[in-house]
C-alpha cells in the first residue's frame, strides 16, 4: 500500500499538533470576535432605539435594515467558525488515522470544506451591507 516513511511519520506528527494548538486558538479568536460584535450590535440598538423614539427622522427603514445586515453578519460569522472547527476536526481525525495505521490515505471531500469559505464571504457581505446603509441613513439626514 502507500506505507510512509519515518520523516513523513515526523512531518504528520508536526501537522497533528499544529492543527489541535489552530483548533484552540480559533476558539479563541471566535470567542472575541462574537463578543466584540455583539456588544457593538447591542449598544447599537440601545443607541437606535432611543434615536428613533425622540425624532422625525426619515428613512428610519435604512437605520432597521442596517440592524438586520448587522445581526446576518453576526450568524454567517457563527456559521462559518462551526464549518471551520468541523473541518478541523476531520483534518486532524485523518492524520490521527495515518499516524496509527503508518499508511497515506486521501481525505475524502465534505461539504464543510467549501461553506466553510462561503459563509466567511457571506458575513463579510452583510457587514459591508450593514455599514453602506447604516452611512446612507446618516448622509440622509444630516
Do not use: P
Not at 476531520?90 to 481525505?107: A, D, G, H
Amino acid at each position: 500500500g502507500n506505507n510512509i516513511s519515518d520523516d513523513m511519520y515526523g512531518i504528520y506528527q508536526s501537522l497533528h499538533e499544529w492543527e489541535k494548538e489552530a483548533l484552540l486558538q480559533a476558539s479563541v479568536s471566535f470567542d472575541k470576535s462574537i463578543i466584540t460584535l455583539s456588544s457593538a450590535l447591542i449598544g447599537f440598538a440601545f443607541g437606535v432605539a432611543k434615536f428613533i423614539e425622540h425624532s422625525t427622522f426619515s428613512y428610519t427603514c435604512l437605520l432597521k435594515l442596517s440592524v438586520i445586515f448587522a445581526v446576518g453578519a453576526i450568524l454567517s460569522t457563527l456559521a462559518s467558525f462551526i464549518c471551520d472547527q468541523e473541518h478541523t476536526v476531520r483534518s486532524l481525525e485523518n492524520v490521527q488515522k495515518i499516524l496509527n495505521t503508518r499508511i497515506y490515505s486521501e481525505q475524502e471531500s465534505h461539504w464543510v470544506d467549501n461553506w466553510m469559505r462561503w459563509f466567511g464571504f457571506i458575513a463579510l457581505g452583510f457587514f459591508i451591507l450593514a455599514i453602506m446603509t447604516f452611512a446612507i441613513f446618516a448622509i440622509l439626514n444630516i
